[in-house]
């Protein structure tokens, strides 16, 4: 039961630790076979494994911010759009930098650190001044700000291409390997980028900060008194999690050649959002398999149940059911989810033990008295 | 000078309609600033409750015959006010439920809790206006008479109109405030709302039943939002799904600006913003409206976290 809570396979005792090692290995393993099963059973996954994972960087990269150390980010698609357009304006023909524009390019891995900074820096302009306030404010500024960036990359379009969006993006470029025709190569390098977001975010939950950020998360004015920097320790996890998401979104920019603002909308922001909080929020092996669950409902089971819809209406003959656009559902059933995942278990389907333990204090406290007053009872 | 001339009339008709707007954005954000009062809660869904409020209206005149009649015979008051009668109980008959089923079981869980189930709702009533009235911007009969008082009545030949629209928008919206201040200040439900709001518990202790009290609230806000639903298709003859949005996001920050929980500061709130959001799309053209509202939010909860009129809303 304490496993969940652990974290990372070195801090687990004894038996825990071998069923650890066993499952992380298994998931490496099944993770980097990936393709190869695709191929066998022929399943056609390819171009749905990329975005999912490369999602579930998001994700853990929220997981930073709103599981870690509790500060509610609205806005996460901006950073996100910031990342994809850094990467467009280093790399792209059509950059606003004359010297990319005249056949210099940024090298790919160059630009991916670069945007993942310039990221990480707009998440410090933002934060800066608007983490000293109290939680839901912060939550309004982030959705407004995951507003703002949208609407300022379409109404510049001498330096953004505005709705006509920007294409074409450069590619990694390694010796031997085609990322311009193959999909396989980008879904072992976000892969490896997932593997490495993965052990950076689990070794910092344990560390100091991390223990900072689950301080300040469950009591600011206690962790505050005991000598946590609450400016700083915040600031730090929301430009951490902004260069996640500015790392993810150099990479999703160059996967899909052409970025335009429309993609970067507040629809992101909740379905990563969502993400986290099905799988359990600051658990990082939840938001992984929150993000593999919603992932496959979302681009894999949609599809069949499109498939489904369309097939019943062409067997009835009704035109209306086969043309159903059935994306539209897509939104309604993250609203739905989300009411439904608050009201029936609001600490997600693998929750950390230490958010259980929050999200139930009452309970557990009734138990408590209860276990008690039967003890007082016996001796009695 | 014939430059100036006209710059000042381009000032002086961005304010008529600021005020105007802004009226809508004051009633919006009333309802943020009631439930954000009584219990500390961002009512993520409320511009969308708005967004079916223009739905709620717009399927009652079209089902009493004026879907398409734009403005012939006369101005038809009785199904306007039907509309809006009803639009108010739709309205708030749906934040009410909306308080008992996603908001209320979560009154003791972690503060995020309940805003996240917020935003769930609010996808709901997207979808749901999508359901009812498709993905394209939907006509909102033009029922009221077309008259303007300044070049009509006053024979003025400027840029500023001052139209029965707007005449209409205030006429409804100003007398709903102020009865809403009167619930508030006179009436035992109103005394209740505001022990409530200082102090549940101890409101609970003296006997006031609490949950009653919350629901009043949602059903209060919802009223106005549906009020506002009315004026806002009538003035602007048109609505679409996605309203509520950006809609919602303005009344917050208006809300934000006088000081959220403070009713007062959010009626004013809203007149300012609806001032500067016209004098931005007058000035700097429409696609920067929501850019200058943003901003000025970041920067009220920068510089004036407790807003114009608000004490102490920021901890």
Redesign the interface.
Known sequence: MRRSSEGWWYTAKGAARDRNIVTTAGAIALALAFPVINQVLNLGWEAKAIPISLFIVLALGLNVVVGFAGLLDLGYAAFFAIGAYSMAFLTSEVSPFAFVREGQPVNFFIAMLISSAVAACFGVLLGAPTLRLRGDYLAIVTLGFGEIVPLVIRNTPEVTKGTQGMNPIGYPEVPGVHFATDPVPWYYLIVAVLMVSVVLTGRLQRSRIGRAWAAMREDEVAAASMGVNLVTTKLFAFSLGASFSGFAGSIWASYLQVIAPEQFRFDVSIFVLVMIILGGLGNIYGVIAGGLILGFVDRIMFDWFSAIVHGIGRATNNSELELTDTSRMRQLLFGVSLVVLMLVRPEGLFPSARRRAELHAAEESETEAAQERAVIEDIE | MPCGGARIDLFLAAIVIGITNGAFIALIALGYTLVYGII?L?NFSHGDLFMLGTFACLTTLTLLGFATEVGIGGTPWWALLAAMLLAMAFCGTLNVLAER??YR??R??????????A?????????LG?LWQG?TPRRFPDLLPQYDFVSQMFGLETLVRFTFKDLFVLGLAIPLMLALAWVIRNTRMGKAMRAVAQDSEMASQMGIDVNRVISFTFLLGGILAGAAGLMYGLYNNNTVFTLG?DAG?KA??AA?LGGIGNVSGAALGGFVLGLLSAIVITFLGG??D??GV??L??II??FK?TGLLGQGA??
Not at chain 2, 108 to 117: F, G, V, W
Not at chain 2, 119 to 127: D, L, P, R
């Open positions: 500390e961002i089923i996603a079981p979560l003791k869980a972690p503060r995020l809790a309940p805003l996240i189930s935003i769930g709702v609010s996808f709901i009533y997207v979808n999508l993905p949005f996001l917050f920050t934000v696609q920067w929501s850019v943003f901003s939010l970041v909860l920068v976290p920021s901890d």
